[in-house]
């Protein structure tokens, strides 16, 4: 398959905004009771500071395959530590604690609540997401054990994470997180232009007063434009940004395998993307709906106050404004913070 | 006359229309799976370089 025309992206972008909306608002509704501090607070707060680098920890397969974590833990970098939801496990587990933690994915199923560990995982029913997929990897064998050590984890080390959490998230989140001992930072997302007749976006502003913040589509994304826009970094490097899958990846561990089998059941492969890495001299496949992240981040990257360096040393993201380096070079630009 | 225009030599298939109806009949297919699984994480909408909207204007309206 081709890489997505401009009328697909579009179409992509309709299709999330029908589906994340109405879920969205219902739990920002359900979330009101536990507001206390929003990004503006935090920006307020951090005036004083000097001004940091930050680095964005995303979750894709490069960030375990390229021991990412292991390689910033090690280094004098004095920035801040941004971590997404699904990269908390492997951070903690690794002796990382982020600053920050990003959520922002409304999910019905709420799968996301995995990524704190979640205490009615045995309750739930059977999903084989995680197992099937090369995200954390420790969460692909003997799920209720690591489930368990991550509760664990992630009580132990969350009264030191300041949170960053979508209005639009499910509350059960809000309350595992607040139960960890977490500080939360609350922010709407954009789902739409403000300025149209009946806007979504005002309507959440209207009732809740929270700043409302570009996503990019995606948690990663989002952790980006919150470090540049409320952190004020002015360099940014991110890793385990993969926005694809590595050479010889099976379609059946892609994310959207249900979605490939109905539109193609002879050949799911079909409608998966190949995207070839100058830097790496590699050919990475991707799928429409982290093609759609890629092709957004690439848009508001030459727009960002900020410098990006993609270290993640793997994945299909390069172009105008971000700078594709290794890690330790990456490391060397931002030591000083 | 007749004789005259009477073709004299074959017209190659053309495989461009043959390509663009398998691309129309793709383009269909994937907006009406694509309206009931595809999707991304969170909705995604950018007005000019503004990354953070904090209702500035709430007070003109």
């Known amino acids: 398959m081709k890489k997505l025309n401009e009328q697909q992206i579009q179409l992509i972008s309709d299709v999330t905004l029908k589906k994340t909306a109405e879920i969205g608002m219902d739990h920002a509704r359900k979330n009101t009771p536990y507001i206390r501090n929003t990004i503006k607070d935090l920006k307020e707060q951090l005036v004083e500071n000097e001004q940091k680098s930050s680095i964005i920890i995303s979750a894709g397969p490069s960030l375990h395959r390229n021991e990412s974590i292991e390689l910033i833990k090690n280094s004098d970098f004095k920035g801040y530590i941004v971590a997404v939801d699904g990269s908390l496990g492997q951070c903690l587990r690794n002796g990382l604690i982020p600053d920050f933690l990003v959520t922002v994915d409304p999910h019905w199923l709420n799968r996301m609540i995995r990524w704190f560990g979640d205490p009615k995982l045995s309750e739930r029913p059977e999903d084989d997401y995680f197992q099937r997929q090369d995200l954390d990897p420790e969460l692909n064998t003997d799920e209720l054990a690591r489930n368990e050590e991550l509760i664990e984890l992630v009580n132990c080390y969350g009264p030191k994470i300041k949170t960053i959490i979508s209005t639009c998230i499910n509350p059960e989140i809000t309350e595992r997180c607040l139960s960890a001992g977490m500080e939360l930072y609350w922010w709407n997302p954009l789902y739409d232009d403000y300025e149209k007749e009946d806007s979504i976006s005002r309507k959440v502003f209207q009732f809740n007063k929270i700043p409302c913040m570009v996503t990019g589509g995606n948690v990663g994304t989002s952790a980006w434009v919150f470090s540049h826009s409320v952190l004020e970094s002015k360099d940014v490097v991110v890793v385990g940004m993969d926005n694809s899958y590595p050479p010889g990846t099976k379609v059946i561990n892609t994310q959207y395998y249900e979605f490939l089998m109905e539109v193609f059941p002879e050949k799911p492969e079909t409608g998966l993307i190949e995207v070839y890495n100058p830097y790496l001299k590699e050919t990475w496949i991707t799928d429409m709906a982290y093609c759609w992240y890629n092709e957004i981040f690439l848009k508001m990257a030459p727009l960002a106050s900020c410098k990006t360096y993609n270290c993640t040393e793997g994945g299909i993201l390069f172009g105008d404004g971000v700078e594709f380096i290794p890690l330790s070079a990456g490391l060397k630009r931002t030591t000083n913070g | ?61």
């Open chain 2, 1 to 61: 006359m007749s004789k005259f225009l009477k073709g004299n030599y074959k017209v190659k298939e053309d495989k461009g229309k043959e390509s663009s109806k398998e691309e129309d009949a793709f383009s269909k297919m994937f907006e009406s799976k694509a309206m009931e699984k595809l999707g991304g994480s969170i909705a995604f909408v950018m007005k000019g370089d503004k990354f953070i909207w904090d209702g500035d204007d709430e007070k003109t309206k």
